[in-house]
């Protein structure tokens, strides 16, 4: 069963425009929330976390917004740009206090010059 | 910086055979991660490790075993590799509740 979903595959997005990502959780225990992206043959690299005190969390180019009772979070990038083309991943930290992180399946952006 | 280092980054192996995959942080982190990657299905924990000479398993264990003899090394062992394991594994390291910090990766073809 799928605790945390991201519902597109995949994402295609003109440079200079905004790239909106979603990700869907089920469990309401979970309090912290990160984004990574991963390009080809590479590990992921962390981007941007949330905790679930705030409902947003800028930095630079990328906001991640958290609406808790819909259990939905959004990574925005403003303005897209070609490098960002990758599989982003949405990641919640698991409330038993193992230090887990529970990933989703991934949304491949690509931003198109 | 953080560094997740493992060993390979290719590998190909025959069915049945036993296989090491190694990874190795250099930052002191307590914990550290198995993943695999396949494509529509994520990234799914094999097997972590809070502290040296323990581990748990994650949500796909089967196949698969750990070792961590020290506290920067961590190694995930297929015991007899199927070709269902081919994918790309992950491994990652992390200090108490902070988010993790991922090698490359190791491609695993197994034929």
């Known amino acids: 069963d799928q605790q945390v979903k991201q519902n597109s595959p995949s994402l295609s997005v003109q440079e200079g425009r905004i790239s909106i990502l979603n990700c869907d959780y089920t469990?309401?225990?979970?309090?912290?929330f990160l984004w990574y992206k991963k390009y080809p043959a590479e590990g992921p690299t962390f981007l941007i976390s949330?905790?679930?005190?705030?409902d947003k969390n800028e930095d630079g180019r990328f906001t991640v917004f958290l609406n808790k009772s819909a259990k939905h979070l959004s990574l925005h990038i403003v303005p897209s740009q070609p490098g960002d083309s990758a599989v982003y991943f949405c990641?919640?930290?698991?409330?038993?206090?193992?230090?887990?992180?529970?990933f989703g399946t991934g949304t491949r952006l690509k931003v198109l010059a | 910086d953080v560094k997740v280092t493992q060993s390979s980054r290719y590998l190909v192996k025959r069915t049945g055979e036993k296989v090491f995959l190694e990874c190795v942080q250099d930052?002191?982190?307590?914990?550290m991660f198995w993943y695999r990657q396949d494509p529509g299905l994520g990234l799914r924990l094999i097997y972590f490790?809070?502290?040296?000479?323990?581990?748990e398993k994650g949500d796909i264990p089967e196949g698969y075993s750990v070792s961590r003899e020290k506290k920067e090394r961590f190694s995930l062992i297929l015991e007899s590799a199927s070709t269902n394991q081919t994918s790309m594994y992950l491994c990652?390291?992390?200090?108490?509740?902070?988010?993790?910090?991922f090698g490359s990766g190791t491609r695993l073809t197994v034929v």
């Open positions: 469990n309401s225990m979970f309090d912290y």
């Open positions: 990641a919640a930290s698991d409330p038993s206090g193992t230090y887990k992180y529970i």
């Open positions: 490790s809070y502290d040296v000479k323990m581990k």
């Open positions: 930052m002191d982190h307590e914990n």
């Open positions: 949330i905790s679930s005190i705030k």
């Open positions: 990652a390291s992390s200090l108490g509740g902070m988010g993790n910090t």
